[in-house]
């Protein structure tokens, strides 16, 4: 079972991928059960639901061709992300692995869909892609007391792009990197949010490409800190919220390692991860609005 979400940006119905009777995967909508797949869907016991509409066959099909793909679950109130958290990336990137957790926030307005166009900023020059297991909470999580009470609060798990601007992250960050991961659209999630008891996050396969060359191809498995030790840390520094979704780092194979070329307008770049599907996102160059850039001539003037 698979829940999507199908629709224009911000006018997505939610939706459940399942097999029927004759085992052929169908499209079925949640309409009759939920209005959408959100924080809310997933605290009331939203997938249980979808499971028992599903074997009363209470959920009517639809095709989903010709329909955009939207994030898989709706606006969170938190992107919360792990950094370095795979020994090789940090490696890579200079650093040694960390001895507790790195924690930083994007910005939830980041989130867009799995297979939408991504913009590279005007003046970027060092765009980067992140293939990351996306970890979406289920439940409130607040002062946790154990690694096992972190483990109940997973909702399930999604591919996640955490798109990274190296030179606003790095030598432009004065400290922290808040301006290098939280660019417009920097966040494709899905295409699918897989229930956590139906997958096991803690051994999955992810791998990268552009434009069909190989870039990341590591395990979940390698993750310096787990899934639950790292909502069980979370939880003592913020209060999760059901639809929270948290990134849990990137493995090695980014062009920050100098290895690669970083992201150019016109490349496509693709994730995959065992289990959670494939994402794909033609990169474009975002144009500087008309209205502002007259604006700042009207400012120099007075
Ligand atoms: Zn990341």
Redesign the pocket.
């Known amino acids: 079972m698979k829940f999507a979400r199908f629709g224009p940006a911000g006018h997505e119905q939610p939706a459940v991928i399942a097999k029927d009777a004759n085992g052929v995967e169908r499209h079925y909508s949640l309409a009759p059960i939920t209005r959408d797949i959100d924080g809310a869907f997933l605290a009331g016991g939203g997938i249980d639901r979808a499971r028992h509409a599903l074997e009363s066959s209470n959920l009517p099909t639809f095709s989903p061709d010709g329909l955009r793909v939207g994030a898989p679950i709706a606006r969170p109130g938190a992107v919360i ?3 370095m958290n795979y020994a090789a990336h940090a490696a890579e990137s200079g650093s040694a692995p960390p001895e507790t957790p790195v924690v930083f926030l994007k910005p939830s307005n980041t989130v867009s869909g799995p297979f939408d166009a991504a913009p590279i900023p005007p003046s970027s020059e060092k765009y980067d892609w ?1 293939v ?1 297991l996306g970890v979406v909470v289920g439940k409130e999580a607040s002062y946790l007391s154990s690694v096992e009470d972190a483990a109940e609060c997973i909702a399930g798990y999604l591919v996640a792009n ?1 798109l ?1 601007e190296r030179d606003y992250q790095l030598p432009g960050a004065a400290g922290q990197w808040t301006k290098g991961k939280s660019l417009p659209s920097s966040t494709p999630l899905g295409p699918w949010l897989v229930p956590a008891d139906e997958l096991d996050g803690g051994s999955l396969r992810l791998r990268s490409w552009v434009n069909g060359e190989p870039r990341q191809d590591s395990s979940s498995s390698d993750l310096i800190f787990g899934i639950a030790t790292l909502i069980h840390h979370v939880s003592q520094y913020m209060l999760l919220e059901p639809g929270d979704v948290i ?1 849990t ?2 493995p090695e194979g980014v062009a920050l390692s100098g290895r690669f070329l970083y992201i150019q307008p016109g490349d496509v770049v693709e994730l995959e991860i065992e289990g959670l599907g494939r994402q794909q996102q033609e990169f474009y160059r975002a144009a500087t609005p008309a209205v502002q850039a007259s604006a700042g001539l009207e400012g120099n003037a007075r």
Do not use: N
Request: proline residues 0%; glycine residues 20%.
């Open positions: 992300c792990i950094g992140e990351e955490d990274s990134l780092g990137t």
